[in-house]
């Protein structure tokens, strides 16, 4: 069982910035960040898998967010940089160990409790 910590969230202006932690108990292949809003389905936004340090991000974030990791302490950071009011939601922390597409939620089997991001226009 692994156990996934965020922290970070909070109100920010349009425009502004936030980094977003996730500790974990563990290692794991694979931490990402989702996000979801109200009346909306979970979202991908960005992925770090250990081997090989890659990274995803979903197209609407690129060249805005940064996703970072410390193998050292089993934490994520997700930088949030030119935020939108659009993007509010609660953003979740996943882990996990699959071969498959990063980008679908299904494959998590490890989900943090959610960190609440704000955005004012």
């Known amino acids: 069982q692994v156990q996934l910590v965020e922290s970070g969230g909070g109100l920010v202006q349009a425009g502004g910035s936030l980094r977003l932690s996730c500790a974990a108990s563990t290692r794991t292949f694979t931490m990402s960040w989702f996000r979801q809003a109200p009346g909306t389905g979970r979202e991908f936004v960005a992925a770090s898998r250990w081997i090989g340090d890659m990274k995803y991000y979903a197209e609407s974030v690129k060249g805005r967010f940064t996703i970072s990791r410390d193998n050292a302490k089993n934490t994520v950071y997700l930088q949030m940089n030119s935020l939108k009011s659009e993007e509010t939601a609660v953003y979740y922390c996943?882990?996990?160990?699959?071969?498959?597409?990063?980008?679908?939620?299904?494959?998590?089997?490890?989900w943090g409790q959610g960190t609440q991001v704000t955005v004012s226009s």
């Open positions: 996943a882990a996990g160990s699959f071969p498959g597409t990063v980008m679908s939620s299904g494959n998590y089997d490890y």
